[in-house]
């Protein structure tokens, strides 16, 4: 039997204060997220920022909170793809999830996956990490701590991690698609949003901008196939702190858009693998107010691939390629 384990980077337990205070420890103590002096920014985080940062993280993920099941949109749709994953590959596959940071929760840790899997009759075990481009805040994380599990556990089955998927043609396709399947006559611009980081990652070797734009590329290439007249922009989103982070930024040029007339853009968010925090709230709430603000007048938000029959033949295609 072979494993597949899906992760993602994680969530809080809840939309207050305290949980996202434990879950953002977590995720802005790691020194691939934050490449800083560890003395100097450990002793910024918990003595400053952790006091401030988790009371308005915890407004925002209220925004967007899966009330229905007491939990984050994030969550939602990973147990969905676990799911339609295993119902798709079968009962030769045992499909798993996984956090980077499990906000206090070990069952959703990588460790405890990799250490429970030992039990089971499997002889492979693929770890996907929901992550297109990759990049060392994110994709090397897992890594890290798969390497460190199997350190810790020595598990006698074979692991491996996938690095990417950024040019996969499923991806592309499924991508394409769906922007074209949400877009209007009046709807000529496109907005692709990605998740920025710090340029000085970019000089110190990180893959993820030549990765980005690569995908934009061919999904640029796709899209123009169906429509010619339909213009792509590729941007960057979610800066945090002072350093200078990749460009253009999302926020800057939908904001120019409409203030050079354009009334009408849709948005779509190729590096989210599911939607969350940063695709609901920050591009659906907030940069949706201000397209508004600055005069557009129409702002279509194109949810992530989520579970969608094409997200899941993907996973799937991907897991296929990486059998040993």
Known sequence: MKAVLLVNLGTPVKPEYK?????LKQFLSDHN????????????????????????????????WNYESDESPLLTFTKQQQEKLQELLGETYLVDFAFTYDAGIEKNSIAYKI??????PVDELIVLPLYPQYSVATTASIFQQ????????????????????FDNEKYIQALADSALENLDENTKDIVCSFHGVPVEYIKKGDFYESNCKETFRLLSKKVKEKCLDINLYLTYQSKF??????????EETINNLAKNGIENIAVITPGFSVDCIET???INMQAKSEFIENGGKKFKYIECLNATPN?????????????L
Do not use: M
């Open 146 to 165: 798969v390497g460190e599990a199997c350190d810790i556990y020595k598990p006698w089955y074979d692991v491996k991690v996938v690095d990417s998927y």
């Open 33 to 64: 997220v934050v490449n800083k002096n560890r003395v100097f920014w450990l002793s910024l985080l918990n003595l400053v920022l952790l006091q401030v940062i988790p009371q308005k993280s915890a407004k925002n993920y209220a925004k967007i």
């Open 311 to 323: 997200a899941i033949e993907l996973y799937a295609d991907i897991v296929k390629k990486y059998e």
């Open 241 to 250: 702190g002072r350093d200078e982070w990749l460009a253009p930024a999302t």
């Open 19 to 23: 949980y996202l205070r434990k879950y």
């Open 280 to 282: 609901l709230e920050e």
């Open 115 to 120: 250490k429970e899997l030992i039990k089971s």
